[in-house]
């Protein structure tokens, strides 16, 4: 329908400016009829619009009616018109109810809560982010003080038990306390089991660690997310205010950022339901808090692993190294959101960095060692038979060298090697010789093979002088003058 102000408009392009309906239709998005048709009016004239006539009308106080006695569906008040010799579609009926239909909305109590009384926790999803050179789902941890709407945000690329009780802890330390109870949604790492009209069934180690930090649990009912509405409407704002247009290069630089921004923006605004800031209101609320424990409990997840041939076991898809002679045994891990200890009884056997990058291989540089070694021991052995093949009195000489030598293994690696180039026979020969002159050393024995082994060339014809020849010798006569007495001196 054309108003006042449109009309206005075109009247002006087309008297004043001199544009043709055409052009005025493209530059208002209208079409060239209509304006062809306002340009030829005198004066505005507001038109009259007719209401189309439905083949629903003369249901329609009937439909009003039932409406008005009960909640019936549409498929309930389509099939009973249809009695009534309603020939129309059932969309037109459900367009027309739903139009009509008096829209309730659910009334909820406004929760208050005194200092320190209780705080709600939740998890917030936000796509994917790269750890290291892989992609991992991106996971944060919201916890707000439900009197001040103090807020603490953790990101991590996981959601099990030990992340959960590690963000608790993080979140008791930086409020500087720990609430009377904690409202909880029900995630299988809080509650295992909800029935209703039965109490729910927590999670023993999350029911474990309650009581170590001293709060009661607070489970939702089924399908009550508003009974925890301040820590979802905490996990909205930091998805909007946060995350909302933030590039991410790498997980390592967000808790860092989320730490600033905590500081500078989220728990120093004028919170839009108390009306206070939140950094000042947990002021007034820090002393209602519950002191933390002397000793943090301990959140590490314990299973039983079985380390490989390789002496590996894996942890998502990641592999960490035990020392070799635990290759095939039955250990213990714990677990941590930063680390992995590894126990073989009540030993710690191996401790690593956890890694949250796909398909690394982790080891420690020593506990290959003992296979290594067990591994050049065999070596050793394998060479010492060899030497021991060589001669008779191998052993002999072996017990030789030991006396007379810092590194007899050494010197019998380099002769089984010297029986590989010149034989076996050679050198047993060579060690005969050795024995002779009491020379026991490897130096000897391929001393003594190199001059067997090297060709002596036989002499040649001696051709002598003719006596002749000689007679015909000239001797130079000696200078005489050095001998020559001047001014009675020498």
């Known amino acids: 329908m054309m108003d006042y102000e ?56 009937e439909i009003n009616t039932m409406l008005e006695k009960h909640a019936y569906t549409c498929r309930q008040i389509y099939q009973h018109i249809q009695e009534l010799s309603y020939k129309g579609s059932y969309n037109t009926v459900n367009r027309y109810v739903n139009k009509v239909r008096p829209r309730k909305s659910k009334a909820y109590l406004k929760l208050s809560f005194a200092p320190g009384e209780c705080a709600q926790v939740d998890w917030g999803s936000f796509g994917s982010v790269n750890v290291g050179n892989t ?17 603490y945000v953790e990101f991590t690329v996981s959601q099990t038990m030990e992340h959960w009780l590690s963000c608790h802890q993080h979140a008791f330390q930086f409020f500087g306390g720990v609430p009377s109870r904690i409202m909880v949604d029900n995630l299988k790492s809080a509650v295992l089991k909800r029935i209703v009209g039965q109490d ?37 704002y930091v998805k909007k205010n946060f995350l909302r247009g933030l590039e991410v290069m790498d997980f390592s630089h967000l808790n860092p950022a989320c730490k600033q921004w905590l500081e500078t923006i989220a728990n120093a605004r004028v919170h839009g339901e108390t009306k206070k800031v939140p950094t000042e209101a947990h002021q007034q609320e820090l002393s209602h808090l519950q002191p933390l424990p002397l000793h ?35 250990v213990t891990m714990k677990a941590y959101p930063d680390r992995i200890c590894l126990y073989h009884g009540e030993q710690l056997i191996a401790r690593h960095t956890r890694i949250y990058e796909r398909n690394r291989d982790i080891e420690n540089p020593d506990h290959p060692k003992a296979l290594l070694e067990k591994r050049r021991k065999a070596k050793v052995h394998a060479i010492y038979k060899r030497f021991l093949a060589l001669s008779p009195r191998a052993e002999q000489y072996y017990n030789a060298l030991a006396e007379k030598r810092f590194n007899p293994t050494t010197h019998v690696q380099k002769i089984v090697a010297l029986s590989e180039i010149y034989g076996e026979e050679a050198v047993e020969r060579a060690m005969e ?7 026991f050393s490897s130096e000897y024995i391929a001393n003594i093979l190199e001059q067997s082994n090297r060709k002596v060339e036989e002499a040649g014809v001696l051709h002598l002088t003719r006596a002749s020849d000689l007679l015909e010798l000239e001797i130079a006569h000696p200078n005489m003058d050095l001998y020559t007495i001047t001014g009675g001196k020498k």
Request: charged share 25%; aromatic share 14%; net charge positive.
């Open 6 to 61: 449109t009309f206005c408009t075109i009247k002006k392009l087309h008297d004043q400016d001199g544009l043709n309906c055409a052009q005025i239709g493209k530059e208002k998005g209208i079409d060239p009829r209509t304006v062809r048709n306002w340009v030829a009016e005198e004066r505005y004239r507001p038109r009259k619009t007719y209401p189309k006539s439905s083949i629903l009308d003369p249901f329609k106080p």
């Open 135 to 151: 992609r991992r789902r991106l996971s944060f941890f919201v916890m707000v003080l439900c009197h001040s709407r103090f807020m």
């Open 200 to 236: 729910p069934v927590f999670n023993q180690t999350y029911l474990d660690f309650s009581r170590h930090y001293g709060f009661g649990i607070s489970a939702c009912n089924v399908r009550k997310g508003n009974e925890k509405g301040i820590v979802e409407s905490g996990v909205g």
């Open 296 to 330: 943090a409990y301990d959140i590490g997840a314990i299973r039983q692993v079985r380390a490989s041939s390789q002496f590996r076991i894996s942890l998502d898809s990641n592999r960490y190294s035990v020392p070799a002679e635990y290759a095939g045994s039955s």
């Open 433 to 439: 010789d050795a024995f002779f002159f009491q020379a």
